[in-house]
């Protein structure tokens, strides 16, 4: 079984999140009586491919913390998040989030699959940026923009997300969401670049990879509230690589565009 790819520990973790979506939209006489703190923990699996573009899969372990303060600070998997409308304390803070974030990224690592191994880690680290977040009932929309703050390749990813959610039974929720992904020159170069030196170690094709979109993905995740407390998660989503990042040798030729991520989690939320 591969290491645990921090990267992916944010599809569990932020779809189990959104299950507290409507108790975010409430307005603050509503939260006012509620506990400041909200913490979830959790464990489970999660299948996917062993790198992006990879046609491998591997299961791994699945650990989940999720830690909110007042709507304000939010821990959401590998992100940490800052709400500055949430502090304005204006009625435009129910629907609209907006503010710093942080998110830690395991990287790569060369023994992941045969494929990488001459091409070297793509080394632990943090990338910086903000968030916009707007609710419109039980429509969600995000846009996450981070560039890398530890000089591992230096490279910027801009998400945007639209998510749907609903309620299935009396404890049965869905969610259902569609995102793309743009990433710069650098971070494309790094993930799915093959330079001259690693043609030479690993046999791959030479391959210079340029900015412009990476992925697009729809997903559905379904939550069942066990109890108050406990509820299990449970998502599937299908992931398409794109531009330059689907022409990669590592894609094209060694793996495939088409991706496939499902998990399911056990958690408790205090």
């Known amino acids: 079984m591969n290491r645990f790819n921090g990267s992916q520990a944010a ?21 006012q009586d509620e506990d400041v703190w909200s913490v979830t923990l ?18 791994n372990g699945l650990p989940m913390l999720a830690i909110s303060y007042r709507d304000i600070v939010v821990l959401r998997g590998p992100s940490l998040m800052i709400d500055v409308f949430e502090l304005s304390d204006t009625p435009l803070a129910d629907s609209l989030s907006f503010g710093p974030l942080v998110k830690f ?25 903000v968030f916009v977040n707007y609710e419109l009932g039980p429509v969600e929309l995000e846009l996450e923009v981070a560039q890398d703050v530890t000089s591992r390749h230096e490279g910027l990813l801009a998400e945007i997300k639209a998510g749907y959610g609903f309620m299935l039974a009396q404890r049965l929720r869905a969610q259902l969401e569609l995102s793309g992904t743009w990433s710069d020159e650098d971070y494309t170069q790094a993930y799915f670049g093959i330079t001259p030196a690693q043609a030479r170690a ?7 990879a340029g900015s412009g ?10 939550h069942y509230m066990l109890t108050e407390h406990w509820r299990v998660t ?13 022409d990669s040798p590592l894609v094209e030729d060694e793996g495939s565009q088409n991706q496939v991520n499902t998990g399911l989690l056990v958690s408790y939320q205090f």
Do not use: C, W
């Open 213 to 222: 979109m990476k992925d697009a993905e729809a997903a559905l995740s379904l």
């Open 234 to 246: 449970g998502r599937l989503a299908y992931k398409r690589l794109l531009g330059d990042a689907a």
């Open 42 to 59: 959790g464990a489970g699996a999660i299948y996917r491919p062993d790198y992006q573009g990879s046609d491998d899969y591997v299961t």
């Open 105 to 129: 990224d395991m990287g790569r690592e060369a023994d992941d699959n045969r494929v990488l191994r001459d091409l070297g880690d793509i080394d632990e680290g943090a990338l910086a940026g």
């Open 202 to 208: 690993s046999g791959l094709r030479e391959f210079a």
């Open 11 to 31: 599809i569990l973790a932020a779809a189990l999140v959104t299950f507290a979506t409507t108790a975010h939209s409430q307005s603050r006489e509503d939260r």
